[in-house]
């Protein structure tokens, strides 16, 4: 297994931001796709944000505009850039790696939360 390590989570007033990092035990250039997804209480987990190995990115509409991926290949780690917070985006953020290799792996990180008061 790969490891993958959040951090960054934090309290955070309506309209600030925050920077989310997720750092892998590997290269990153082995993972098909990163990502980021979240989940609020109640609530089911929905995606976030993904990044490609080839540079390609995919936003939910909720964060477009707001948030931006990207990624460190010498550090081994991804980034989420959240701006312009607001109190929906309260949730705990994991990171996700897929490898697309014989057989598919799937990893989850332990997730960190996010806490946007209004």
């Known amino acids: 297994q790969v490891p993958l390590v959040e951090s960054g989570g934090g309290l955070v007033q309506a309209g600030g931001s925050l920077r989310l990092s997720c750092a892998a035990s590997?290269?990153?250039?082995?993972?098909?796709?990163m990502g980021w997804y979240r989940q609020a209480p109640g609530k089911q987990r929905e995606l976030v944000a993904t990044?490609?190995?080839?540079?390609?990115?995919n936003y939910a509409d909720s964060v477009k505009g707001r948030f931006t991926i990207s990624r460190d290949n010498a550090k081994n780690t991804v980034y989420l850039e959240m701006n312009s917070l607001k109190p929906e985006d309260t949730a705990v953020y994991y990171c996700?790696?897929?490898?697309?290799?014989?057989?598919?792996?799937?990893?989850w990180g332990q997730g960190t939360q996010v806490t946007v008061s209004s």
């Open positions: 996700n790696a897929v490898l697309a290799s014989s057989p598919y792996t799937n990893y």
């Open positions: 590997r290269t990153i250039f082995r993972f098909n796709v």
């Open positions: 990044i490609s190995s080839g540079s390609s990115t």
